[in-house]
């Protein structure tokens, strides 16, 4: 069975701080890494990952994928209270099971000005 | 473009009770899922549907049945409803090909109680 494992499950920092979310998995025939914002609605997309080493970066954050130890890991600088939220990590696997995303439990980050 | 829309946003329902959740998007994506989130947790997949016609199980499908009225709807159907399911449901598209994936777009939620 798929699992993902996202820690920590919460985090409290002050703006302008520096944050890294983590993000492990086990799953059969991988395909790719998401990553997803989600502020008390639905969750919003920010990077996909599917090759070990690239780095994906979107103004303040980044993300990148290590295939051989399976995680990930999510980079958010100089932290601003619009990015309080919950992060979610999903993979999808290849075959028979495409078409499926496993999610983990997610971390709650909450910046304080 | 209005992405994915749910209906209803909010219901209360009673132990035993039926209700149909609504979903519908606007992309031309092939794929549709559902999904339910707990407090503290992540999302759990329910059902999802690979293209129009086809419907497969997740998760968590029990006390569940869904139909992909075509290529725009997904629908969620409690036959039952028990308070165990009660929850926040979301519906999610996407498009996907033979070999290469996109990411999912999801709609607002409906928030349901079951008593």
């Known amino acids: 069975e798929d699992k993902v494992v996202q820690s920590p499950l919460s985090l409290v920092v002050h703006e302008g701080d520096t944050v890294t979310l983590n993000c492990s998995y086990e799953?059969?025939?991988?395909?790719?890494l998401l990553w997803y914002k989600q502020e008390k609605k639905a969750p919003t997309f920010l990077f996909m990952l599917?090759?070990?080493?690239i780095e994906k970066k979107s103004g303040r954050l980044s993300s990148i994928l290590d295939k051989k130890e399976l995680f990930s890991i999510l980079n958010i600088t100089a932290t601003q209270t619009g990015d309080s939220a919950v992060y979610l990590c999903a993979v999808e696997a290849r075959g028979t099971n495409a078409g499926k995303s496993t999610f983990g439990d997610g971390t709650t980050l909450t910046v304080k000005p | 473009n209005a992405g994915v829309t749910q209906t209803p946003k909010f219901q209360v329902l009673k132990t035993g009770q039926s209700m149909t959740l609504q979903c519908a998007q606007d992309m031309n994506h092939n794929s549709m899922y559902w999904y339910r989130q707990d407090p503290g947790m992540g999302l759990r997949l329910i059902y999802y549907s690979a293209s129009e016609g086809t419907t497969d199980k997740g998760e968590v499908p029990n006390g569940y049945n869904v139909s992909r009225l075509n290529k725009r709807e997904f629908s969620l159907r409690l036959e039952s409803a028990a308070p165990s399911q009660t929850s926040v449901y979301f519906c999610?598209?996407?498009?996907?090909?033979?070999?290469?994936?996109?990411?999912?777009?999801f709609g607002p939620g409906t928030r349901l109680t079951v008593t």
């Open positions: 599917t090759s070990s080493g």
């Open positions: 999610a598209s996407s498009y996907k090909g033979p070999g290469y994936s996109y990411e999912q777009y």
């Open positions: 799953v059969t025939n991988f395909r790719s």
